[in-house]
């Protein structure tokens, strides 16, 4: 009996991750799930399927997920696909966002990225197969006001993956970056997208993911069009660029919003109030 490919999703709870469990799930993996919040990791994976398990993962406890990858690979199998899917988005100014909440943009927007590949990746490549799939954004090609810590933080994520993806070139392992706008779940929460740039939904974002998978490709935008945008956008002069922001209204993402929104979401995250 041939086996089921194992897939691993970082944050999939909900959201964004939980989509991606699912949309792996329908294509035949063997799927574990992995979130803070351990109840409702247990929901999702028992709302998606019977081969979906659930574990409490805290993404910046290296003890913890090198102890989750050995289990994984004992109880379950070879881990297949690995998805660095959770993420954090506090919003605001940068010089109200105390030390704590920058710590806590880096450490899972980036340094888990990095942690959880370092621990999965010997081991794919041991057996000369895998993939890594790194849910960036599209800020880390184009930085936005009030996103300047996030920003950069996938900006890194997206540096990390190309540089790897360059050093695994032959050895059987993938590495795919996603780069979607502002989606439209619990990170987004009171924020309104500017006109022509509307919030994506978590199901576009996972089949942009599923196609990486399959095709086996480097860099995806989520909407297709928004590479090419951003990328001639950046060609342009400085003034130009905020010239065209300030048309288009793009600082209303990271600096705007609705205030009681963006609290209640970082309450969640266990974020403390902004500075001042």
Known sequence: MKRLAVAVVTGGARGIGRTIAHDLYIRGYRVV?????????????AEIGSTV???????????????????IETDIG??????????VMPTGPFT????????????????????????????????????????????????LAGLAVYSGSKAAVIGYSDALRRELRGTGVHVSVIMPNLANTAMGAGITAPPGFGAVS??????????????????????GYLGPVLRMSRLLP???????????????IGLGGDPEARAEYERKLGIEPPAG
């Open 33 to 45: 799930i992995g979130d803070l919040d351990l109840a409702a990791t247990e929901r999702t994976a």
């Open 53 to 71: 398990s659930a574990v409490r993962l805290d993404v910046t406890d290296g003890e913890l997920v090198r102890e989750l990858v050995r289990s």
């Open 78 to 87: 070879p881990i297949d696909v690995w998805v660095n899917n959770a993420g």
């Open 96 to 143: 109200r966002q105390t030390s704590s909440t920058v710590d806590a943009i880096v450490d899972v927007d980036f340094r888990a990225v990095v942690d959880l590949t370092a621990v999965v990746l010997p081991r794919m490549m041991k057996r000369r197969r895998g993939h890594i799939v790194n849910i960036a954004s599209a800020t880390g090609i184009k930085p």
């Open 202 to 223: 978590a199901e576009l974002v996972s089949r942009a993911a599923m196609r990486a998978i399959k095709r086996r490709s480097f860099a995806s935008y989520v909407p």
């Open 238 to 252: 400085t003034g130009v660029q905020d010239w065209l922001d300030d048309r288009v209204g793009t600082d209303r």
